[in-house]
């Protein structure tokens, strides 16, 4: 079983960064990935962003390339995702993610936190 703490949501302006942390409990969670989604009022969820936690591998969702990094510490098993340059559009609830890479990689992870919530003013 994999249990799931995001932190570091927040309100910010336009062009403002945050940095939101995940961190998981469980002893597989080591060799899977781990990852964000993101979803805002009335659209889909949207995946964000997922690493590796063996090889460091990312991926990033075409509307967070370049603005967005996202890292990780094994140790600590948990994960974050830097946040840079960030507009009305990112605006959403964030959600940690963790499962098998190939369950990552169809967007169909088993394992969610809470949310944490990102609101950017203009």
């Known amino acids: 079983q994999v249990h799931l703490v995001e932190s570091g949501g927040g309100s910010v302006q336009t062009g403002g960064s945050l940095r939101l942390a995940c961190s998981a409990s469980?002893?597989?969670?080591?060799?899977?990935?781990m990852g964000w989604f993101r979803q805002a009022p009335g659209l889909e969820r949207q995946e964000v962003a997922h690493?590796?936690?063996?090889?460091?591998?990312?991926y990033y969702g075409d509307s967070v390339k370049g603005r967005f990094t996202i890292s990780k510490n094994v140790a600590k098993k948990t994960v974050y995702l830097q946040m840079n340059s960030l507009s009305p559009e990112d605006t959403a609830m964030y959600y940690c993610?963790?499962?098998?890479?190939?369950?990552?990689?169809?967007?169909?992870?088993?394992?969610w936190g809470q949310g944490t919530r990102v609101t950017v003013s203009s």
């Open positions: 993610a963790a499962d098998l890479c190939g369950l990552m990689e169809r967007a169909t992870p088993s394992y």
């Open positions: 469980g002893p597989s969670v080591s060799y899977y990935c």
């Open positions: 690493i590796d936690m063996v090889n460091g591998n990312s």
